[in-house]
């Protein structure tokens, strides 16, 4: 069966520090990859996809990358991260037209 | 692009109480589309789904039917228990996943 991890956890990050999450899924092959930031009380915002390695499409612009350097890994990375960085990150993957499977996330707090 | 706006909530019901929570979307394809719950600090969990026109998905005492007609999916529960209390959200796979803003129901007992 196919599982998805998702790490840190929690993540406690001073100001132009830099950030690397990573993801990485089990049990399948070339899915499509996603990250998502949750901000405080609000909706998902899809911030990268991945349809195959080295392939990332960026939603908006901002102070993020994304990088898959490997079929079933997924980075989200920052060299700079701000106060509005914060927020629940969350990492998914799925198949052709169905579902998405998500990680169980990671918290952010940019202090 | 393709686009997914539900209600907004919070949403606050007594236990037993009928739960619609509106899902309407915008694409220029065939989306399937899904709800998610999302219980506090975890991730997102798949309720249910529908992936053509006329399709109900149901999971859990809830449903929603995929109408082509009006563009909508809208999530039913007959009677919410406390342990519904989660927010809830309305996605489309066209491609990319779009998901809504999210909902969220407190349940009192």
């Known amino acids: 069966s196919q599982t998805i991890h998702q790490w840190p956890a929690t993540l406690v990050q001073p100001v132009g520090s830099p950030l690397s999450l990573e993801c990485t899924v089990e049990?399948?092959?070339?899915?499509?990859l996603y990250w998502y930031r949750q901000a405080a009380g609000r909706g998902l915002q899809l911030l990268f996809y991945?349809?195959?390695?080295?392939?990332i499409s960026s939603e908006v612009p901002q102070n993020l990358s994304a990088s898959r350097p490997q079929d079933r890994q997924f980075i989200l990375s920052s060299k700079k991260l701000l106060l509005s960085d914060s927020g629940f990150y969350l990492c998914?993957?799925?198949?052709?037209?169905?579902?998405?499977?998500f990680g169980q996330g990671t918290r952010l707090t940019v202090v | 692009g393709d686009s997914v706006t539900q209600m907004e909530g919070p949403v606050t019901l007594s236990e037993e109480a009928f739960l619609t929570i509106n899902c309407t979307y915008t694409?220029?394809?065939?989306?399937?589309l899904f709800w998610y719950v999302q219980y506090p600090g975890e991730g997102l969990q798949l309720l249910l789904k529908?992936?053509?026109?006329?399709d109900k998905g149901s999971n859990k005492g809830f449903e929603a039917t995929y109408r082509k007609e009006t563009t909508s999916f809208h999530l039913e529960k007959g009677s919410v228990q406390v342990s519904d209390s989660a927010v809830y959200f309305c996605?489309?796979?066209?491609?990319?996943?779009?998901f809504g803003a999210g909902t969220r129901l407190t349940v009192k007992p």
């Open positions: 991945s349809v195959g390695i080295g392939q």
């Open positions: 529908a992936t053509k026109a006329d």
């Open positions: 049990g399948t092959s070339n899915p499509n």
């Open positions: 996605a489309l796979r066209d491609g990319d996943m779009r």
């Open positions: 998914a993957w799925s198949e052709l037209r169905i579902e998405a499977f």
């Open positions: 694409a220029t394809g065939y989306p399937s």
